[in-house]
């Protein structure tokens, strides 16, 4: 039996400035390089496919199977791009891993590098995170000099160079092809698949996009081996993970434990709920994964086990709401993000996410109408799966199981306001008064969009 | 229909009239060294974009001139991206750009009233600079410090846990000059240096900050303080040649 939380990723960030690399390898940071660069490419990719490393940026896709779809014939050269545009609402795992160990992401993308054949690596990293931009840089830097990184690395022939890319200010890099095109100088739009980045990806050439966390998964596993990674997790679900903890709670944060832990244990270490209050819905795995309820709080916090509930795990991001929370209010907002964020390339997403905020907004007022929810729930339908990518299944997602949990709440939007119905100062964290303009909030809530 | 209402009249693209610039042959050259890092020159068009808001304040028409003839595309190019992003800002920013967190979770935890405060402080809505040219208040999308919310970003800093009352204090702080601390970063300069880092040159603040802050390192406490670790690969029922013993 594993313990409740097993640090790995996280173990190192409460030394001493664990982001400078002597303080790193006095753990044993780059010894598991050493190692990688003594095995034979197809070995270092048949260990984390092995292991069942599956990808923690939302999809679970398995990691070391992404690496095999690369053409080995292909005369192009190779690309991996480490997806660090962390923006799903909820999810604040990579940042965090960043910015205390940076060279524990390096570490696997040399590793990763070796495995697939790649001498020209990138991070896209979110532009909003001034910080994180430095950690990398100096990590690279660092890297360079230690001779990680560049030509003939360690004498082992392996040439590779790493490049840190600040994006903008777009959720929808953090979707694979747009961040591509985003990593070309373009607008980050999707592309439409096939032909999958495995084939032509960055400047049409084989290209392996993977989530930070998962490469940063990747020294462990070369260092201790699959039986050690598959001692953790349960029957389909294996290792270890970062599990984010936000919302009501009395201490939200970062756990890093083996998959298949419950939220009830991940709401104990964070101290229970605020005093006085308990929880109304939660997210598995950020905004884009259907919400659950309290009754859904035994559930193993794994893929299978979220899929059978009618979710998704997707970034382990759990965002918990109490009693105070108005759902209205919370998938207004939610939604308002999607159409913020939609890049307008396909008509159901970049028209439909405007129409469902309208409605939303309406009843958020108390002003809205009979038929409502059959129309947002039509509405839905009509937007998920009929967009080039899955930020329209995201926005979807989070109204249809919203008025699935909690329709008597769209239904009494028919007639009273939410702030009536949930005073929206009573689930600020600090003592507040009533918003001065709460009847006019929503509208101002709308931003200038991307379109 | 008649809750409905445009919202397109602000969606202006850049203000090519005012076609004043700083920028110089030595931000070109800057440009270049950007485009040296990549196998194709376009994918400096980012970086390069964020330079020029370091140098112009915001993305100048000299400024889109300028990427486009050095990464080999038109200028309608180099708009189409610049006014696809929104860190591009296409009218002048102030010294500190402040961010207020209003997706969801750090609205309902208070972010709605931090927006609210602030405006009424400042006296300025949202996008909006303040007379004195020191904040540009922006209600910015979730910011991956969930954890941590409600969350304010100063020139893409965090500032975590927020209130109204420390959110005012903040802000008289930037407006008066007084030296301002990230919570989990470095000490605030200001929103044009912080998009010169953005761009890929170092401001040499990177040992500045902790590592995280108490929230990052709950999960990492709790454990010291239980005993509990991640299995010994050497003690494992079935270990093979693959298990490296520490």
């Known amino acids: ?451 | 229909m008649s809750g409905f209402k445009s919202y397109f009249e602000k969606s202006g693209g850049i203000d090519v009239a005012d076609d004043a610039t700083n920028l110089t042959d030595e931000h070109r050259e800057e440009i270049r060294q950007i485009a040296a890092r990549y196998p194709q020159k376009r994918s400096a068009l980012l970086p390069a974009l964020h330079l020029v808001q370091s140098v112009d304040g915001r993305v100048s028409p000299k400024g889109l001139e300028m990427c486009a003839e050095e990464l080999g595309i038109t200028t309608a190019e180099a708009n189409g991206v610049a006014t696809f992003y929104t860190m591009y800002k296409r009218k002048k920013a102030g010294k500190h750009h402040v961010g207020v967190c209003s997706t969801a979770l750090c609205a309902i935890m208070g972010g709605d009233h931090i927006f609210e405060t602030l405006s009424e402080h400042l006296g300025v809505g949202n996008d909006e600079t303040t007379e004195d040219g020191s904040v540009t208040l922006e209600r910015v999308e979730c910011n991956a410090g969930c954890d941590y919310a409600p969350v304010v970003m100063v020139n893409w800093e965090f500032f975590d846990n927020m209130t109204p009352d420390s959110a005012i204090r903040l802000v008289d702080d930037l407006a008066a000059g007084n030296p301002v601390t990230s919570t989990r970063g470095a000490e605030i300069t200001s929103w044009r240096e912080a998009e010169r880092v953005l761009a890929g040159f170092d401001d040499g603040r990177t040992d500045e900050g902790p590592a995280g802050g108490p929230a990052s390192l709950l999960g990492v406490e709790i454990a010291a303080e239980k005993g509990w670790k991640a299995p010994d690969p050497a003690a494992l029922p079935a270990n093979d040649t693959e298990g490296e013993s520490k």
């Open chain 1, 1 to 451: 039996m594993t313990d409740l939380l097993t640090p790995v990723l996280s173990a190192n960030w409460a030394d001493d400035r664990p982001w400078r690399i002597n303080n790193y390898e006095r753990r044993g940071g780059y010894d598991a390089l050493r190692k990688a660069l003594d095995m034979q490419p197809d070995d270092v990719i048949a260990l984390v496919k092995d292991a069942n490393l599956r990808g923690r940026g939302g999809a679970g896709f398995p990691t070391g199977m992404k690496w095999s779809f690369v053409p080995k014939d292909n005369p192009n050269p190779k690309y991996l791009v480490v997806n660090a545009d962390e923006s799903e609402p909820g999810t604040c795992k990579d940042i965090p891993l960043m910015m205390a160990s940076p060279h524990t992401l390096v570490e696997g993308i040399i590793i990763a590098s070796h495995a697939i054949g790649v001498s020209h690596a990138f991070i896209y990293v979110r532009g909003e995170v001034l910080h994180v931009a430095r950690r990398l840089q100096q990590a690279v830097r660092e890297a360079y000099s230690a001779g990680y990184l560049g030509r003939n690395i360690l004498g082992k022939g392996l040439d590779l160079e790493l490049t840190v890319h600040s994006g903008a200010g777009a959720y929808i890099c953090g979707e694979e092809t747009a961040l591509l095109d985003s990593l070309e100088g373009r607008r980050g739009q999707p592309r439409l698949r096939p032909p999958f980045p495995a084939v032509a990806g960055l400047y049409a050439s084989p290209t392996v996009v993977n989530n930070v966390e998962s490469i940063a998964s990747v020294p462990s596993i070369v260092a201790n081996g699959k039986e050690w990674f598959q001692s953790m997790g349960t029957e389909k679900s294996k290792g270890f993970t970062l599990y984010s903890l936000s919302g009501h709670v009395k201490k939200p944060g970062q756990f890093e434990a083996p998959m298949g832990i419950t939220l009830r244990e991940l709401i104990d270490l964070g101290g229970g709920m605020r005093d006085g209050h308990k929880l109304k819905f939660w997210t598995p795995g950020g905004s884009s994964t259907p919400l659950l309820t309290a009754e859904h709080m035994d559930m193993p916090l794994d893929y299978e086990a979220t899929a059978a509930a009618g979710s998704m795990l997707g970034t382990k991001a759990l965002q918990c709401f109490d009693e105070t929370t108005s759902v209205v209010r919370s998938t207004l907002r939610f939604v308002e993000f999607y159409k913020h964020e939609s890049c307008g390339k396909c008509t159901p997403c970049r028209e439909g996410t405007w129409w469902l905020v309208q409605i939303l907004m309406r009843i958020e007022r108390g002003e809205g109408v009979e038929g409502d929810i059959e129309k947002l729930l039509d509405l839905s339908e009509n937007i998920g799966g009929r967009s080039f990518c899955a930020l329209a299944d995201g926005a979807v997602a989070t109204v249809t199981s919203a008025i699935k949990h909690f329709r008597s709440e769209f239904e009494a939007g028919y007639t009273t306001p939410a702030w009536e119905l949930f005073p929206y100062e009573k689930s600020a964290l600090f003592e507040a008064k009533p918003l001065a303009a709460a009847s006019e909030h929503a509208g101002a809530q709308q931003k200038v969009g991307t379109h």
